[in-house]
């Protein structure tokens, strides 16, 4: 089931194209990664979501229904530019943020006090957001974000201003919200972070949709038929056995043994690779090598830029 759906989604601004039927399918309850370089119409989308602006054209389908105004009580969103008042207290304003998304005052605190010890902030309560650290500032908007657990979240660029640790502690915290039942939207740079974290992306280059799918099934369309090989031996004596169907692309000595990157030829196989050198070498290691997806977001961008420039 699509829980959040885009369909052909136009936007203008003046003489700019923002979005050009650009199309989503975001499954329930699945990480989705929205990708795409800066200025690729990313953010445009996301504040559509949110109705902070509309589309020209085209539409937006939450739950299996058209958005509605009221929708908006169950979408959390947490910005790229971050937008907490600097002279109020923090406790102050998280309640007020929280009260804004339909929390009595009550259930606002008591959901704030449990947040605030799981993220081990509770000394900062009373001190003005001014005084605190950007990471600290954007533990808290993260809290405001997911408070009144919402369907779908929505983060974009949430690692910013973090260090390795509090990242890795908000990467948890977004896979625990998936499991329990929340659909994320998910919006970075990183590809790593997407690596880890998405199902399935969307990849957004000048205003259209270039690339979509499951990470896994992307990787897999996008590989080199490339074989990591580590092993103990005599490097020469498979070179000249790898002539005709392989090709040995980078060779490196690694941790006391030797691994052999090698291309596969005229539709040679893994088992075929074996049988060439099994009686040469000693195998202590064999994998493909699959591409990873900063590799991809590259590769594909790059493709659509010619694309573009050339026609």
């Known amino acids: 089931m699509m829980f959040l ?3 052909r989604v136009v936007k ?3 003489n700019h194209l923002a979005l050009n039927e650009v199309d989503l399918q975001v499954p329930a309850n699945s990480i989705y990664g929205l990708l795409g370089p800066n200025g690729a119409g990313k953010t445009t989308l996301i504040r559509i979501i949110n109705q902070i602006t509309g589309p020209d054209s085209g539409e937006i389908i939450f739950n299996g229904r058209t958005l509605q105004s009221n929708d908006v009580q169950r979408i959390g969103y947490l910005p790229e530019e971050r937008g907490l008042y600097k002279k109020m207290k923090v406790g102050e304003q998280a309640i007020y943020l929280a009260r ?8 606002a605190i008591k959901k704030l006090k449990y947040w605030f010890e799981k993220f081990e902030i509770q000394p900062w309560w009373d001190k003005k957001v001014e005084e605190l650290s950007k990471g600290m500032q954007q533990k ?3 809290v405001v974000t997911v408070l009144h657990e919402p369907e779908l979240l929505i983060f974009d660029e949430p690692f910013s201003g973090f260090d390795p640790i509090n990242a890795n502690l908000l990467k948890q915290e977004i896979l625990q919200l998936k499991e329990n039942g929340a659909t994320i939207l998910f919006s970075t740079h990183n590809m790593g972070s997407v690596e880890e974290l998405c199902d399935h992306i969307t990849l957004i280059n000048q205003s259209k949709t270039i690339l979509n799918g499951q990470i896994d099934q992307i990787r897999q369309s996008y590989k080199d038929n490339l074989i990591k090989l580590d092993f103990l031996g005599d490097a020469n004596a498979i070179s000249a056995k790898l002539q005709g169907n392989f090709a040995i692309e980078n060779l490196e000595k ?5 691994t052999a990157y090698v291309k596969m030829l005229n539709n040679s196989t893994i088992n075929s690779l074996i049988n060439q050198v099994i ?3 000693e195998i202590v290691g064999l994998q493909e090598v699959l591409p990873t997806m900063n590799d991809i977001f590259i590769k594909v961008v790059e493709q659509s830029n010619l694309s573009k420039t050339q026609k």
């Open 254 to 258: 690694v941790n006391g043994h030797q």
């Open 279 to 281: 009686n040469d070498i």
């Open 140 to 142: 808290i908007q993260f």
């Open 12 to 14: 203008k601004y003046a």
């Open 100 to 107: 804004m998304k339909g929390l009595s005052r009550q259930d």
């Open 5 to 7: 759906e885009a369909k």
